[in-house]
Structure formats: structure tokens, C-alpha cells
């Protein structure tokens, strides 16, 4: 009698696992108001505005007096970029950015796509919205959004979204691509009270891309892109059409995650882990442990008290490069921390880099982009989200010199309906802007799975 009951509440225990693992929650969310004050009587403003990034001189005469009071401080010696941004070298950028960066040109590269604002739940939402020019006859484009991250911006995709608009193999699908700033980010107003987080995020894009009259969409997202996108998923699986991710860190590991982190190395194809696999994760402590806390200081400071050093780099725009530029070196590839430039030019150019630090720098958005780590960790890491997995297809690229190295395995567990996971050539946490044809190649992929064209 014992043993049947036994057998009966463990059959009855596996069946309601299963239930419950195949249960399709979706996230719920309340509108919010974002603005100062109380949210104005009368009908909601709806009205798109186009936008134009400026500058003029007295901008730049404040940006060059700064500069020129920088105190500078030596590196020790020896110490390349491992105890942060190497001092010798930043004075090479602050020299290049004081005589050579020109921000009027770039301020022209960045007006080359369409700029528009929009007011959602009290806040002015930037974004740049890039129609293709030739669609062939016959063909729709494809709606696409893509979602940054910190310390980058929408201009991450620049060079990404020409090969997406206007491909140059005919029997690539053609997308029309929205490209938003986060609320509190490049040219996106700040929320002006707290608790705005990604889902906040997730909710506010939703009601934009509505606006802008598509009802179906896919989206992509990298960084807080990821989360972003995630919870986009989440809120509407039936209008995300299609996820594509680069980045997807385990936001709750469950067993299958814990188990393959224990006997991986020994069973290797067991949970389907390769050699890069082994490579990124063994030996633990070292790789996902003592790599994390030496690349986590940001993040701690961010997610408890962002307004006090915040409030340093956003007056010294000297400081806001260090703090910016070093995460674009160590987080493209970590073996550059060994060297004395950083490795920053062998990916990026000194100007693509210095735009991005100046769209920070102009838009005074450093104070709120890094609070968007408080808003999101104060509430705890148990919040609703991180339990839910995502019932979208999903695709996902594999950048080998990504920040958090995340296997097949471990996507899976979030992402139900992973659809392609793709282990790219190259490529570091930056990836839309370090490979742009890679991931934009990956991009292609994924969609034309999901629209089944060849």
C-alpha cells in the first residue's frame, strides 16, 4: 500500500512538473506615468515629431574647456588597462578628441537616418526609424526593431542598418528598422520618478512601435536590449514575431543549468557543450566567478548608488570617457586588458567610439542611463519575468568573446522555441557594432526561417 502511494505522488509530482513547465504565462504590466508631476488632464498627446541632433558653439567651446583643465594622474607602471583605462593612452584619445574629432561631422553622419520623438506615459522617446528606399514589387519589408544597451547606443547600429534596409542579395528580405534610445538614454528623456525598469521599457517600445502602426514585428537586443526585448516577448508573444538575441546571461539557473556546470566537463556531450563551451566555463571559479566580480564593479555601484559617481562623469567629460571607453575594450575582448592601448582601435575607430561618448556627453543622459541598474536590480532577482520562459521563436548569436558566455544548452531553458542558435566567427559584447555584417547576416537567417523563404 505504502509503495503504490508512493508511486502515485511521484508520477502525480512529475505530471504536474510537466503541466506546469508547459504552462504559457505572460507578463503582466500597468501603464505608468513617467513625467513631472501628475499626468495632465485632457487627451494623450500622440503626435510624432521629426528630431535633429544639433550642436553648436558654445557646446563645443564648453567641451574643449574641460578638457583643457583635465587633471591627469599616471597609470602605474606595467599595468596596461588592468587596473581600468591606462592614463598614457587616454591622453592620446583626450589629444585626438580635442584637435582632431570633428563633432559637426559627425553630428551630420548621425542626421543621415530619420530622427523622430514621440511622448509615451509623460516622456519624450527618441528613435530613429530608417524606411528602406527600394522595396521590389511584391515585396513587404519586414518591421525590425533593435533595442541597445549600456554604455552604448542607438548609433551601435549604424553601420548595421544599411545592410538591413537596402541588402545587397536580392533574395535577402528587406526590413524596416526602428531603432529606439532606453527612456533616460541618448536623446530619450529621463524618467522622472522611480521604478522604471526593462519591463517599463518593454511596455513603453510595445506602445511606440503600435504608434507607428505595426502590428506584428520582430526584435533584436544585446545588453539591456536583451532584457528589453525579452520582456517585449513576454508582454506580447503574439506580436513579437520573431527574438534575436546576442546576449542572454541565465537570469534564474535551474537544474538542467546547474547539473551541466557540475558534470559538463566530464560529459561534455551530454548537455551538448563544445570545445569553446569547455573553454568558457572550466575551470568555474576562475571563468564564472573571480572573471565576473573583476568585471562587476560597475554594476554594483550602478545598482546601489548611480547619482554619486554619476554626477563626477557627467562634469568631467575626460572621466565619462575612461569610464565609457573601458568597458569597450575589456568587454570586446578580455586578453586586452593586457594591453597598453586597450585594443580599442582594433575594432572600433577613435571616431565611432568618441560619437558614441558624445551622444552621452550632449544629451547630459549618463546619471539616468545608469540608474536604469538600480531601477531593475532594487526590486530583487526573483521578480516575475525571471521565472517566466519565452514561448517566441527565438533566435540566438553566439559572439565568442562575448561578456557572459551563455551555451545552447543554457538558452534553451529561457527561450522554448530557440529556432537557431548560431556560434559566430568572431566578435565580442559589442557585437552590432565591432561585426555588423556578421550579425546582420545572422539577423537574415533567423527571419527568413520564420517567413520560410529559402
Not at 191 to 209: E, I, N
Not at 333 to 353: A, E, I
Request: aromatic share 12%; net charge neutral; with cysteine.
Amino acid at each position: 500500500m505504502f509503495t503504490e502511494v508512493l508511486l502515485a505522488l511521484v508520477v502525480g509530482g512529475v505530471i504536474y512538473f510537466l503541466v506546469q513547465r508547459s504552462k504559457r504565462h505572460q507578463l503582466k504590466s500597468e501603464d505608468g506615468w513617467w513625467g513631472e508631476g501628475t499626468p495632465m488632464d485632457g487627451e494623450e498627446d500622440l503626435s510624432i515629431r521629426p528630431y535633429t541632433v544639433r550642436t553648436d558653439d558654445e557646446e563645443l567651446e564648453d567641451l574643449y574647456r574641460r578638457i583643457d583643465q583635465t587633471r591627469s594622474f599616471p597609470s602605474l607602471e606595467d599595468s596596461q588597462f588592468t587596473y581600468g583605462f591606462n592614463s598614457h593612452y587616454l591622453q592620446k584619445v583626450v589629444t585626438y578628441w580635442r584637435h582632431d574629432f570633428d563633432w559637426r561631422r559627425q553630428v551630420e553622419k548621425l542626421n543621415k537616418f530619420p530622427h523622430y520623438k514621440t511622448n509615451i506615459e509623460g516622456i519624450d522617446v527618441h528613435y530613429v526609424h530608417v524606411r528602406p528606399k527600394n522595396v521590389p514589387e511584391g515585396v513587404t519589408a519586414v518591421p525590425l526593431l533593435m533595442v541597445h544597451g549600456w554604455p552604448g547606443s542607438f548609433y551601435e547600429f549604424y553601420r548595421m542598418i544599411p545592410l538591413l534596409t537596402e541588402p545587397s542579395n536580392p533574395d535577402d528580405i528587406v526590413f524596416e528598422v526602428v531603432c529606439p534610445s532606453i527612456p533616460g538614454y541618448g536623446f530619450s528623456e529621463a524618467p522622472h520618478k522611480k521604478g522604471f525598469d526593462s519591463v517599463c521599457a518593454a511596455r513603453v517600445f510595445h506602445k511606440l512601435m503600435k504608434r507607428l502602426g505595426f502590428q506584428q514585428f520582430y526584435a533584436h537586443g544585446g545588453d539591456w536590449g536583451w532584457i528589453v526585448t525579452t520582456n517585449m516577448a513576454q508582454l506580447e508573444p503574439k506580436i513579437i514575431k520573431g527574438l534575436h538575441l546576442n546576449f542572454a546571461p541565465p537570469s534564474k539557473p535551474g537544474l538542467p543549468v546547474v547539473l551541466s556546470i557540475m558534470l559538463g566537463r566530464s560529459f561534455p556531450k551530454l548537455f551538448g557543450f563544445n570545445e569553446h563551451d569547455i573553454q568558457r566555463i572550466y575551470p568555474v571559479v576562475q571563468n564564472l566567478v573571480v572573471e565576473s566580480v573583476k568585471e562587476s564593479g560597475y554594476m554594483h555601484i550602478q545598482a546601489t548608488k548611480p547619482d554619486t559617481v554619476g554626477r563626477g562623469l557627467n562634469d568631467s567629460p575626460v572621466g565619462l570617457a575612461a569610464y565609457i571607453l573601458e568597458k569597450f575594450s575589456t568587454w570586446t575582448d578580455h586578453d586586452f586588458r593586457n594591453l597598453d592601448d586597450g585594443g580599442l582601435t582594433r575594432k572600433f575607430s577613435l571616431d565611432d567610439l568618441l560619437t558614441n561618448v558624445m551622444i552621452y556627453w550632449t544629451s547630459g543622459c549618463i546619471i539616468s542611463s545608469m540608474r536604469f541598474y538600480k531601477e531593475n536590480f532594487s526590486k530583487g532577482l526573483d521578480q516575475p519575468h525571471s521565472k517566466m520562459p519565452v514561448h517566441v521563436p527565438t533566435g540566438f548569436a553566439c559572439f565568442p568573446n562575448e561578456l557572459m558566455h551563455t551555451p545552447k544548452l543554457w538558452v534553451q531553458q529561457k527561450y522554448r522555441e530557440l529556432k537557431t542558435f548560431t556560434p559566430m566567427a568572431r566578435g565580442g559584447h559589442f557585437a552590432a557594432m565591432e561585426e555588423p555584417e556578421l550579425m546582420a547576416q545572422d539577423i537574415q537567417n533567423f527571419t527568413k526561417m520564420q517567413e520560410k523563404r529559402k
